[in-house]
T-cell receptor
């Protein structure tokens, strides 16, 4: 499968714990996005990487959230001191960067904070 | 006011019907527009980009009205397999931020 992959697919954690998610984009894609989606809502933009550079970050993203893409390939999203409100589907997408670009989404990581 | 607004539906239509969805956006600096489809418990997938002159792909037609700040999606001859949530997506000029609407849920009934 040469699509976007995410790991883990599901994560249950207790409030206050730290969690880290991984995204592997399509190999030639230099653009990578993280989104969060809750039930009945569309994906909400979190952050954007062009190669290894984090070029945009949502103002909604608190200091507890951090993302990296150290070598311009895979990316990680870490949430520190999780809260129940962090429960959501975390989606990663990648694109080639051409005009009118198509974003290809991974299957997501579903997080439940107890 | 939300940046991108859609009627959440559901739109229940019989097979073979024509159905249209609208999506309004608030920022006139929006430059790129898309429709994505999302099946239940699956990831979103691009249905079509929306060009200024409008564009068609088989049974699907997308239109952009910059003056009134809305985009539309028309589905002709609906199939059962068209049942899904349709997400309107807008990109603001000069940013890498893509704003999704809440989605419009379509159910095509046999």
């Amino acid at each position: 499968d040469t699509g976007v992959s995410q790991d883990p697919r599901h994560k249950i954690t207790k409030r206050g714990q730290n969690v880290t998610f991984r995204c592997d984009p399509i190999s030639e894609h230099n653009r990578l996005y993280w989104y969060r989606q809750t039930l009945g809502q569309g994906p909400e933009f979190l952050t954007y990487f062009q190669n290894e550079a984090q070029l945009e970050k949502s103002r909604l993203l608190s200091d507890r959230f951090s993302a990296e893409r150290p070598k311009g390939s895979f990316s990680t999203l870490e949430i520190q001191r999780t809260e129940q409100g962090d429960s959501a589907m975390y989606l990663c997408a990648s694109s080639l960067g051409a005009s009118l670009e198509t974003q290809y989404f991974g299957p997501g990581t579903r997080l439940l904070v107890l | 006011r939300k940046e991108v607004e859609q009627d959440p539906g559901p739109f229940n239509v019989p097979e073979g019907a024509t159905v249209a969805f609208n999506c309004t956006y608030s920022n006139s600096a929006s430059q790129s527009f898309f429709w994505y489809r999302q099946d239940c418990r699956k990831e979103p997938k691009l249905l079509m980009s929306v060009y200024s002159s409008g564009n068609e792909d088989g049974r699907f037609t997308a239109q952009l009205n910059r003056a009134s700040q809305y985009i539309s999606l028309l589905i002709r001859d609906s199939k059962l397999s068209d049942s899904a949530t349709y997400l309107c997506v807008v990109n603001l000029s000069g940013t890498y931020k893509y704003i999704f609407g809440t989605g419009t849920r379509l159910k095509v009934l046999a």
